[in-house]
């Protein structure tokens, strides 16, 4: 579980994201972006474009598992997501 973004190297911006399996997330969104069907059009316009060494895909954190199995790690990650979302929404050239 944690934050991942999708960073365009050419542009700055930066799309945050959150999953509670991280890994598969990324693999499913250069999956989806390879085959042309990624949800985000602005990204996969930006992928036709430039491919795949235009993108760098980086975990950013990650949750731990708590004791407590009453945790909500839905809120808990989207808590997260805002935060980062803030964090490189104020670095030059980023958006979501």
Known sequence: MGIYIVRDKETGQVLVA???????????????LRLRSHTNK?????????????????????LKEKDDPDFD???ELRALEQLYREEFQQQPGAAQ
């Open 18 to 32: 959150s999953s509670r399996d991280v890994h598969a997330a990324i693999n499913r969104a250069q999956f989806e």
């Open 73 to 75: 790690y839905a809120s």
């Open 42 to 62: 602005a990204l996969q316009a930006a992928w036709n474009q430039g491919g795949p060494e235009r993108f760098d895909f980086e975990i950013v954190d990650l």
